[in-house]
């Protein structure tokens, strides 16, 4: 084998060396990706909830399932509360929830999104860590991450 095919072949292995551990760190971000079971902290309402990377490389979450998707009356639950009167009458198990992160590698978190919660029909400022493989801790907030209330999302898949 000559100088020159050397030269090509050890360029390119540099240059594989070097793309691996970007590939790597890009996908970190997507072990967000999955579904969710969400317990509701104050109506106990059991619910899931997939979370997806959509086309412009953000996280977005809804819901995809619920325990008790009907009223007491039986009629199918509705997003009844939500500030837009457009959406009031989408389904308890197409709610969209979350949208809007980004991985943050440094803090080891996703930022810059929001959550609506569909109990109270508003929507504040999140970011999502985990705190074990499978616990995402989901911080919704006003102003600071200080002022906010955190609930507990277990990975089911």
Known sequence: MG???ILKYSFLMLLLLAVVPLRAQKNKGDRLIGTYRVVEPETKEDSKVKIFKTADGKYKGQVIWLAKPTMKDGTPKRDILNPDPKKRNTPGDQIVLMWGFTYDADK????????YDPCHGKTYKCRLNFESDTKLKVRGYIGAPAFG???YWIKIN
């Not at 080891?108 to 959550?115: A, F, L």
């Open 149 to 151: 209330k955190s609930m």
């Open 108 to 115: 080891d978190m996703w930022v810059g999104g929001e959550i």
């Open 3 to 5: 100088f020159g095919k």
